[in-house]
């Protein structure tokens, strides 16, 4: 009877989640109905229970910190300044707008942590630049969703936050662990944009002369050192702090919420506007996501009371897979929840569910979570419910089409698997700087 129940709390949460219900009520509401099979008439008390546990987690504090940072960043006008000095620099080269788009967003991944921010933020200066220039619909769009997705793979990343939190994995070894696959990832989108724009030009043809042959050079350093050097060095700093060992995250994360204050005063940006503009943001995310924390905590947590763990051990001793054969299977099943589920969901149910047989299996838990964390990059971009594509619309002009869009993240979803298996090929590009900055 009560595997049963485990094996319905999925379809009953997938059926209030396709009925329209928002993420975080439907888990809490299939949480506390299989709960009161449980718990009776307790279930209050357990629920205050979830919530007074969830709200101590110490390392928690560290994500509105991280929002406010990012928030504080992009008033601070570092954005603006950035892509135009970037556009100035590379935009008389074909395709130099969508590198320098590309580049502004692993930047600013860096600082924000948010997936969707940083696409929005730099969409609304990038698409009006590359519409100008007459560049392909399908390259502006999946520049910009693949650029925004980046905010899943660069520390100090929410994503990494919330899986090292949960998995019980240090987030200074995770935060070392996405460092190398990042880079490596920004890397592959670079060269497709230089090598697809260098033998189809006309998808992304380069600035007109007149408009960068204006700028002195004195100005272009001033400007780009002044736009270039502050958020990475702030990022440096908190990133930096952590993986030295130097500061905790929650205390990194302050850091980094201070030091964009500073920056927002010495960009001549500050105000209580400005301030209480960030807070409102930060503290509206943060919300929604301690909401989907605490649901996703009750459900996980009600669906192993049910037996829930025997049914996935059961499921995986019948399969007969291999360690490796089973950790393949989770990020398939990963990938597919990805189509339905926001990825703080994803992470709060599956973890707590697969992390205890992985550990079994004798799978590294960082190089797994490297793995995960980029097959929900994978799926925040994938047709056709990329929520990557919904954040776009909202910002695209009329004429980019469903069409554009679906067709331009493609070859940028075809470079993030190719990521995923160079490192499911050859663990150590993701577990090698984890073991130099903080050992086994």
């Known amino acids: 009877m009560e595997i049963n129940l485990a094996a319905l709390m999925f379809p009953a949460l997938f059926a ?70 970037m556009r100035l620099w590379v935009g ?3 395709g130099g707008l969508a590198i320098a788009t590309i580049a502004i967003c692993a930047i600013f991944a860096a600082g924000t942590g948010i997936v ?15 519409m100008k220039y007459g560049y392909d619909r399908g390259l502006i769009a999946g520049t910009i969703c693949a650029g925004g997705s980046l905010g899943t793979m660069i520390p100090p990343s929410i994503v990494v936050v919330i899986y090292a939190t949960i998995a019980q994995i240090s987030i200074g070894k995770l935060f070392a662990g996405v460092l190398f696959p990042g880079g490596m990832m920004v890397l592959f989108f670079l060269l497709y944009l230089i090598l697809r724009c260098w033998f189809r030009p ?47 995250v929650t205390e990194a994360a302050a850091v980094g919420a201070a030091g964009a ?57 019948y399969l007969d897979l291999s360690p490796h054969g089973m950790a393949g299977l989770f990020l398939a099943i990963i990938f597919m929840l990805g189509i339905v589920l926001d990825w703080v969901s994803i992470v709060l149910i599956v973890v707590p569910i697969f992390s205890p047989l992985l550990d079994a299996a004798g799978i590294d838990p960082v190089w797994f979570a490297v793995m995960a964390i980029i097959m929900i990059q994978t799926s925040y971009l994938t047709p056709p419910m990329a929520p990557s594509i919904f954040y776009l619309k909202g910002i695209a002009p009329p004429e980019m089409t469903y069409k554009d869009m679906y067709l331009g993240v493609m070859p940028f979803v075809l470079l993030q698997l190719l990521v995923l298996v160079v490192i499911a090929l050859y663990p150590p590009t993701a577990t090698y700087l984890p073991e130099f900055f903080l050992g086994n």
């Open 202 to 248: 006309q998808d992304g043809p380069p600035m007109e002369r007149e408009e960068f042959e204006q700028v002195k050079f004195g100005e272009l350093m001033w400007l780009t050192f002044t736009a270039l050097i502050p958020p990475i060095a702030l990022v440096v700093t908190v990133v930096g702090s952590i993986l030295a060992g130097v500061a905790a």
């Open 116 to 130: 969707g921010a940083v696409e929005v933020m730099v969409g609304l200066m990038a698409i009006p630049a590359m």
């Open 261 to 317: 204050l500073l920056l927002s005063v010495i960009y001549r940006r500050f105000s209580m506007k400005m301030l209480w503009d960030s807070l409102k943001k930060s503290i509206v995310i943060n919300a929604m996501v301690m909401l989907i924390i605490l649901g996703g905590t009750m459900f996980t947590t009600i669906f192993r009371m049910h037996g829930g763990g025997e049914l996935v051990e059961a499921i995986i001793e």
């Open 92 to 94: 008389r080269f074909p």
């Open 16 to 85: 209030l989640i396709f009925l329209g219900i928002p993420v975080s009520f439907s888990l809490l509401g299939v949480a506390i109905g299989f709960g009161f099979a449980a718990f009776g008439t307790k279930i209050g008390l357990q629920s205050f229970h979830f919530i007074t546990r969830t709200s101590s987690v110490y390392v928690l504090a560290s994500i509105p910190l991280f929002i406010f940072m990012g928030s504080t960043m992009e008033r601070s006008g570092i954005a603006e300044r950035l892509f135009h000095a």
